[in-house]
């Protein structure tokens, strides 16, 4: 005969929690995931960094949201701010206006909302970088991969959107252009613009919409996708540097509860701060020194957004001809001509287009190109890795040449030179730069394997010269230690894979392309120190020893 106790809290808010745990269950859960493991190092907060930023982006826009009206409406201003007063504006900008100086806190809740939204999509590109050069796509997480690139497009979705709603001569100027590229696209292109804007631009109704996507759709898939990423990484396990114990069938770290719990809400308290210190001092976005939108003038010298400058230097570096050959055609239709402008659309959709195809498909590129398709839990280090290093620092080249020509005026503002030749400059660096750069990076990261291979095989340098008693000169290494040296050597000797006969013995086509990029991949290696050599070396090493004793004893 057994009886049960049912266990009674003490305490008020034991009594509560033992409440809700007994309905809802969450102790199972609580202690499932708290004993999650997870590595530590320091580039995993960037992911992190990401997810507070968002934290932060929401609770900022959601006081802003209690204060801002996304109207269009024509009215004059007649607020806190003298220089214009009596300027005609719409109840957006002058919504804008009175959270900056009319509500408490305003102006800094909407610096910590442009702050936080600045560093949240700077967070997520560079944790894709960092996953990226360290080859953590690869299986089972390549629809985490995936993910990763629909949150940075819808980042950039946000931080647009976000950035069009004062309705300010900066923001009406980036909405010009986004006009200019949809009216750009022959038969349709007239109707999506007059639908999107509400009529010919800047229309009545584009505020609004944008504001819609702004606080409801766009965050709703931004949150879908974090939820999606965070739950392939629990049900993946978390990726690990490589080193001593660090298999991909273990991970070496700390668990969840109680370490990583309160590092990560430690961690999200100094990103407030950080923000928040940012914010209270440096300012951004003062809408009131451009003043409303109007479409007559363009004004010189404006900046968009760091992360949407790339598409702005883009149209800036598109000549609108090459000697004879005009980038624009009549087309003519039975019910009128249309124009087809490349010098727009091609800059515009072509290298953002690019970019995160090649971006979306690496995962699978790079499994057919080495027909690996083994689970990968161990990061690389990049300069194990020469091929896919290089491959991506030719990829932010390219970006950065862009991001720079957005640019182009302040440079020769600055520096009094000719705009045209940085123009000029930065078109050469264009095409060749990516090629310069893919060139430089893998030639460094070979370089770096065969220093790690003199590292391994004869010591680290230490700078001590000593003279042997013949009177030669030599300078003294040092053995590195155990845990150095298995970092050194034990990573994944990468083989260029020749073209392989299918079943039938034929070589398809297909093959042989892979071949080819197989060869391009690996042809170019250096290989990891053997056991072997090692066991040889430090075998020198101690003969060379012995024979220094024999001669100073002698």
């Given at each position: ?461 230490t700078g001590t010269i000593q003279m042997s008693p013949e009177g030669g000169f030599s300078e003294k290494h ?77």
């Amino acid at each position: 005969m057994s009886s049960t106790t049912e266990y009674t809290p003490k305490t008020g808010t034991g009594r509560i929690a033992n409440f809700v745990d007994s309905r809802v269950g969450g102790s199972a859960m609580v202690k499932e995931f708290g004993r999650k493991i997870f590595p530590d190092h320091w580039s995993f907060m960037f992911g992190e960094v990401a997810l507070y930023t968002f934290v932060l982006l929401l609770l900022s826009g959601t006081f802003l949201t209690f204060f801002f009206d996304p109207s269009m409406t024509h009215i004059t201003y007649n607020g806190s701010y003298v220089p214009l007063k009596g300027i005609g504006m719409s109840v957006a900008m002058q919504s804008t206006m009175d959270i900056s100086f009319d509500v408490r806190g305003g102006l800094f809740m909407r610096q910590v909302h442009h702050w936080s939204a600045l560093l949240f999509v700077a967070s997520v590109s560079v944790h894709m970088l960092r996953v990226f050069f360290t080859g953590a796509f690869r299986r089972p997480r390549e629809l985490n991969w995936v993910v990763g690139g629909v949150l940075l497009i819808l980042a950039l979705a946000a931080g647009f959107t976000g950035y069009s709603l004062p309705d300010d001569l900066l923001s009406g100027n980036g909405l010009r252009i986004i006009d200019g590229v949809i009216k750009a696209i022959p038969i349709v292109g007239t109707y999506i613009s007059m639908f999107f804007f509400g009529g010919e631009f800047p229309g009545i109704h584009v505020i609004p919409r944008l504001y819609s996507l702004h606080i409801m759709i766009v965050p709703a898939m931004i949150i879908l996708m974090i939820v999606i990423h965070l739950f392939m990484v629990v049900t993946h396990k978390h990726t690990q540097y490589p080193g001593p114990g660090r298999r991909n069938d273990n991970v070496v770290g700390f668990p969840v509860g109680p370490v990583y719990a309160a590092k990560a809400g430690g961690f999200f308290f100094i990103i407030f701060g950080i923000v928040a210190f940012i914010s209270g001092f440096f300012q951004i976005n003062a809408i009131w020194n451009y003043g409303p939108y109007d479409p007559s003038p363009v004004s010189a010298g404006t900046q968009p957004d760091w992360y949407i400058g790339f598409v702005d230097g883009a149209l800036r570096l598109m000549p609108g001809f090459i000697g004879n050959f005009p980038f624009e055609w009549v087309i003519p239709f039975p019910w009128g001509d249309n124009t087809l402008n490349l010098a727009v659309l091609l800059p515009a959709l072509v290298p953002a287009g690019i970019l995160f195809t090649i971006m979306f498909a690496w995962p699978w590129i790079e499994r057919w190109v080495t027909k690996d398709d083994r689970e990968h839990h161990v990061l690389d280090r990049p300069r194990n890795a020469p091929f896919r290093t290089a491959v991506g620092m030719a990829g932010v080249v390219w970006y950065c040449t862009m991001w720079a020509a957005a640019s182009s005026d302040l440079i020769a503002t600055h520096f009094l030179v000719s705009l045209n030749d940085v123009t000029y400059w930065l078109r050469v660096l264009f095409i060749i730069g990516p090629f310069v750069a893919f060139f430089v990076t893998r030639r460094i990261c070979l370089s770096l394997q065969r220093k790690d291979r003199e590292i391994v095989l004869h010591g680290r340098e230490t700078g001590t010269i000593q003279m042997s008693p013949e009177g030669g000169f030599s300078e003294k290494h040092e053995d590195i230690d155990v845990y150095r040296r298995y970092l050194l050597t034990n990573f994944e000797d990468r083989l260029y894979i020749p073209a392989q006969p299918d079943a039938a013995g034929h070589i398809t086509r297909k093959e042989k392309r892979r071949a080819k990029f197989s060869k391009l991949f690996f042809e170019d290696r250096v290989a990891p120190v053997t056991p072997k050599e090692l066991e040889a070396a430090h075998g020198h090493h101690e003969v060379e020893g012995a024979n220094d004793s024999d001669s100073i004893e002698k």
